[in-house]
Nanobody, 118 residues
Framework: QVQLVESGGGLVQAGGSLRLSCAAS????????MGWYRQAPGKQRELVAT???????TYADSVKGRFTISKDNAKNTLYLEMNSLKPDDTALYYC????????????WGQGTQVTVSS
């Protein structure tokens, strides 16, 4: 069973930055894609960034150029560097394995709250 622990969220003013971390176990980063998701109140959870085993990255249009996903394979830790934050980025942020999410997994961490004030 994959275990995921997110951290690093907080309250920040618009234009500020935060760095999220996700400590994972039960999954090998070097051969699996990992993703950051977010869910704002009243909205569906969305995938904002993916990093593949090769290191290739993809981003949702809404965060492209502002967010950077990275990982440390040796530490099994995933990161999300968030810059130029906007109030619309306010959400609960989670990490997970995209192929498991696509299969409908209900195994999620507690998430980390990001709140951006205007």
């Amino acid at each position: 069973q994959v275990q995921l622990v997110e951290s690093g969220g907080g309250l920040v003013q618009a234009g500020g930055s935060l760095r999220l971390s996700c400590a994972a176990s039960g999954i090998t980063f070097s051969i699996n894609a990992m993703g950051w998701y977010r869910q704002a109140p009243g909205k569906q959870r969305e995938l904002v960034a993916t990093i593949f085993g090769s290191g290739r990255t993809t981003y949702a249009d809404s965060v492209k150029g502002r967010f950077t996903i990275s990982k440390d394979n040796a530490k099994n830790t995933l990161y999300l560097e968030m810059n130029s934050l906007k109030p619309d980025d306010t959400a609960l942020y989670y990490c997970n394995v995209p192929r498991l999410v696509e299969r409908g997994t209900d195994n999620w961490g507690q998430g980390t709250q990001v709140t951006v004030s205007s």
